[in-house]
């Protein structure tokens, strides 16, 4: 695509969209991930034209050659970001532009093309737009997922020459089953997420491929979710499967673990860096060990630790548990802090509070 010719979308309307009554149906109570609208954005890459070809088009299986490279390779990228509906009907994105950059570094990385950011919000703008029956009222949203995947039918180990993009798009309510305010986590001892040199910076499929045992492992353990301690001293707490975490002390200052090319640099990370600072509230990128964490939660130094990301906002830790036993987070339910800044996020993603960041994009 050159920079003077625009890529135009061609849409082809559903032909038999779902009917009103059974979308309202499922609307009820989507759940994450698997109601999905009726159509998605797709977008062709091939090394000699460049981005080509765009539609938006009704949901449908995408044919694929058995021996595309993504099949067998893994090289894959993707985003998660939501549309809201605002109290005027109208409904808005939540810093597109992060995502949108994210995914030009996290295909880098990849070795994958780099999708200009005009492209990416315009696909997103466009599907939420033509499925907005789709975005959920109250704290319901629409969950967009864009995705690349390299599509070259060639079995050599080597960047793909063909790449499709894709925009889906899934209406979803609350992310957590059941009702426990707080969830537990599993350290995982035997696993790691990232390594330094490695893709923990990436937001690729491969990444959640390799956390899976893990996840496996702390469901036995009756755990919500896995938290990895970093790859070379095996201390240092990283993240969660697909959340970052922050730490909340006594003196009311907080801590996440600093960037570093093994976590992953959540939208939902920094929007809470930034709230929190702009309260007054100090808080360190600071290195924070597994065994720091459990005197501190024994001594009554650390009163609240949460995760953070899009599909589940801020989540409290109320149960850290390992092989060598548990240690309990306050007193099980949401913390003080965790809260306020949960209230402060929702509030500017939802149109509910002033938006002193311009975080807000309006799709329509
Ligand atoms: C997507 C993701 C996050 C959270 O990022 P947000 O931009 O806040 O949604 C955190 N960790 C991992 C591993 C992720 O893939």
């Known amino acids: 695509m050159s920079k003077t010719q625009k890529l135009q979308f061609v849409h082809t309307p559903h032909p038999s969209p779902l009917p009103a009554d059974q979308r309202a149906e499922l609307l009820k109570n989507p759940g994450f991930g698997r109601v999905f609208t009726d159509h998605m954005v797709t977008i062709r890459y091939h090394e000699s034209k460049g981005w080509h070809d765009a539609r938006v088009e009704p949901r449908a299986p995408i044919p694929m050659d058995p021996a595309a490279a993504v099949l067998h390779y893994a090289q894959e990228v993707f985003e998660g970001l939501k549309a809201y509906r605002t109290a005027d009907g109208g409904a808005t994105l939540f810093r597109p532009i992060e995502n949108a950059r994210r995914f030009q570094k996290s295909a880098e990385r990849l070795a994958m093309p780099s ?42 180990v080597k960047p793909s020459s063909d790449y499709l993009y894709l925009v889906i798009a899934s209406s979803v309510g609350a992310y957590f089953k059941g009702d426990s305010p707080a969830v537990s986590v599993w350290v995982s001892d035997d696993y790691t997420r990232a390594a330094p040199g490695g893709t923990g910076a990436a937001k690729c499929g491969g990444n959640y491929a390799a956390s899976l045992l893990a996840q496996a492992e702390a469901t036995q353990h009756k755990c919500d979710q896995v938290v990895f301690l970093d790859a070379v001293e095996r201390k240092w707490i990283e993240e969660l499967g697909g959340m970052n975490v922050f730490f909340v002390f006594d003196d009311g200052s907080m801590v996440t673990p600093p960037l570093g090319g093994t976590i992953l640099p959540g939208i939902t990370r920094n929007s809470l860096l930034t709230l929190a600072r702009d309260k007054g509230i100090t808080v360190r990128e600071e290195r924070y060990s597994i065994q720091q964490w459990k005197a501190d939660a024994a001594s009554g130094k650390l ?32 913390g003080q802090r965790t809260e306020e800044l949960k209230a402060a996020l929702v509030g500017i993603q939802r149109g509910k509070a002033a938006d002193p960041h311009k975080w807000i994009h309006r799709v329509f």
């Open 115 to 156: 999708l200009p950011e005009e492209l990416f919000i315009e696909s997103c703008d466009k599907l939420v737009s033509i499925d907005r029956a789709w975005i959920p009222d109250g704290d319901g949203s629409l969950y967009l997922r864009p995705f690349m995947f390299a599509n070259e039918v060639f079995l050599g």
């Open 303 to 334: 009163r609240e630790a949460f995760a953070c990301g899009t599909a589940a906002v801020l989540t409290p830790i109320g149960t850290v548990r390992s092989k060598d036993g548990e240690f309990r987070i306050g007193n099980g339910s949401p």
